[in-house]
């Protein structure tokens, strides 16, 4: 509903209610995200292979007509199903994988279509995932544990000169549209917990990585400089060196 963005609901006050969120800061951070993503892909060259974690329904596919591989990987089998029949002729591998497996070692993962792939010998020119952070905590105690070690792990696929990003919902700030009282009603109303981070806190996701193996920046939902213009999410981006 968020990507469509359209009128939906049963009478008036529902198609009433459901416009405010479907149109408030985060929703349209959402909208913005899909279609960095989109565009990202597209300037890839041609040949490259991506891998999207937690791709969910995978929409920004839908406008992606470079000549590359995006292999799709999520815990939840109808979202692969949909996402295989929305994925716009892209070629793609379905891999039904769960994040905090991966996280304590596992490589080996089924397909939908009943195969079998071990990430161990993939390696990609763009590893990202957009949404899942938000659901990610960090362990202060145990760097082996959480999304650093997620962070890590997903570095570890990267071909040099690969990129990994990682999408995060920004932390209350001045420069963010996504008020307070906007995440008040996402949690009273929709029952929407989400993880926030500031701009520390997504530095910190790194903290396992070796300074001298890779670059990285902070962005926001358009790829923009965050301090130039509004951030509602964040985009951590880590460079493999060559």
């Known amino acids: 509903m968020i990507y469509d963005n359209g009128l939906v609901g049963d009478d008036n006050f529902s198609r009433m209610l459901n416009a405010v969120f479907l149109n408030l800061p985060a929703a349209e ?18 040949g490259s292979r991506v891998l999207n974690l937690a791709c ?13 591989t995006v292999d799709l990987a999520d815990h939840d089998t109808h979202a692969l199903a949909h996402a295989a029949r929305h994925r716009n002729g892209v070629a793609a591998d379905l891999l039904q ?4 497996e991966y996280i304590k070692g596992r490589r080996r993962f089924d397909t939908i279509d009943g195969g079998t792939i071990d990430l161990a010998d993939r390696r990609y020119d763009l590893v990202y995932s ?10 202060a105690d145990n760097p082996g544990r959480g999304a ?27 420069n963010n549209p996504h008020l307070p009282s906007h995440r008040l009603m996402m949690e009273l109303y929709a ?14 996701l790194a903290r396992n990585l070796s300074p001298q193996a890779m670059s990285m920046r902070i962005l926001n939902e358009r ?9 509602t999410i964040w985009f951590l981006e880590i460079t493999r060196n060559a």
């Open 56 to 68: 969910g329904s995978a929409r920004e596919l839908a406008g992606v007509d470079n000549a590359i």
């Open 191 to 204: 029952e929407w917990f989400l993880i926030y981070r500031n701009r520390a806190e997504m530095i910190d």
């Open 223 to 231: 790829f923009a400089e965050p301090d130039i213009e509004p951030t």
């Open 29 to 46: 951070a959402v909208r913005r995200r899909m279609t960095t993503m989109r565009r990202e892909m597209n300037a890839l060259a041609p």
């Open 148 to 174: 650093p070690a997620l962070v890590a792990g997903l570095f570890d696929l990267l071909k040099p000169g690969g990129r990994l990003v990682v999408g995060n919902f920004a932390a209350a700030s001045d």
């Open 130 to 139: 957009s949404g899942l952070f938000d659901y990610v905590p960090v362990f």
């Open 97 to 100: 994988l769960n994040a905090f």
